[in-house]
């Protein structure tokens, strides 16, 4: 689904990304870890077009997107939540979603602007599609509210919503579990689990060692930009450079008292 060869990536004299490659094949839920700056959240931005590549290639399902537009991108079929919930306040909740689901019309704006029939099926559907996306993340809340008022994990709950919209094949979450309570996580745990079953591919950014070891099929463990490990949860987190880099560090251990 995913081939990523010699990637790399430098603002100025810092090598945020090194020479990177890995796969993803389909189906996986495929983790990234590491310590905090080891270039997780910058390959996301340039695996999905946020940010220009400086060396190396990225093929998604057969076609180099390198240099693409993200929402050229986004049409192929990749998607993704930041680790800063990323969604806006001055539209509702429906309408955030809604966001996600214009990638995959084909009505113009003009048509739109002039609400022809065609425009008004359209949004209709799209309507629907982000209804039905609202209630697979299980998102209890009145869609025509702002999300202003929601508490952080349900914010968040939008913006998976508003990825998946997109229809995505490839589904790319950046700490989806940072800052939720126990039962929010397991909540999102089971959620990945659920979007994997229906045929989705996850890669996932995260500190919470626990969601990681129990949901990923695979793991790849980078510093300082570069792959230190890669394979089964099991023996990456056996790992002794794993362990001496990052996994004995004090930021996962916090990781693991919730509230
Ligand atoms: N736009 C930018 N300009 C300059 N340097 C950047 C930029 N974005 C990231 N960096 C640097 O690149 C390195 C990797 O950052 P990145 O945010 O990818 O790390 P991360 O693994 O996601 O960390 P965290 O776990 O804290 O989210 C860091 O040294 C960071 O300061
Ligand atoms: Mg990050």
Redesign the pocket.
């Known amino acids: 689904m995913l081939e990523v060869n010699g990637l790399s990536k430098e603002?100025?004299g810092?090598i945020?990304?090194n020479d990177l490659s890995f796969r993803v094949v389909e189906r996986q839920i495929k983790s990234i870890i590491?310590?905090?700056?080891?270039?997780?959240?910058?390959?996301f931005?340039l695996l999905t077009g946020l940010?220009p590549c400086t060396r190396g290639n990225i093929t998604f399902l057969g076609k180099n997107i390198c240099g693409l537009k993200p929402h050229v991108i986004a049409e192929l079929g990749m998607s993704r939540s930041f680790?800063n919930v990323e969604i806006f306040d001055n539209m509702s909740i429906l309408e955030n979603v809604m966001l996600g689901r214009h990638c995959r019309t084909g009505c113009g704006v003009l048509n739109v602007a002039l609400r022809r029939k065609r425009a008004v099926e359209e949004e209709r559907k799209i309507r629907e599609e982000a209804l039905r996306q609202i209630e697979t993340v299980g998102l209890d809340a009145d869609p025509d509210a702002s999300p202003a008022s929601l508490p952080f994990g349900k914010r968040r709950l939008v913006e998976f919503a508003r990825a998946l919209a997109t229809s995505p094949k490839l589904l790319l979450l950046?700490?989806p579990v940072s800052g939720l309570n126990i039962r929010e996580t397991e909540q999102v745990a089971e959620l990945i689990r659920r979007l994997r079953s229906s045929g989705i591919t996850v890669m996932l950014?995260e500190?919470d060692m626990s969601v990681v070891m129990e949901i990923s099929d695979d793991v790849l463990v980078?510093d300082y930009?570069t792959k230190i490990a890669e394979g089964k949860p099991r023996d990456v987190q056996r790992n002794e450079e794993v362990i001496a880099r990052y996994l004995g560090q004090s930021r996962s251990n916090a990781e693991s008292t919730k509230p």
């Not at 905090?36 to 390959?43: D, Q, Y």
């Open positions: 603002f100025g810092v945020a990304v590491g310590p905090n700056g080891a270039g997780k959240t910058t390959l931005n940010a680790q950046d700490e950014v500190h980078m930009g």
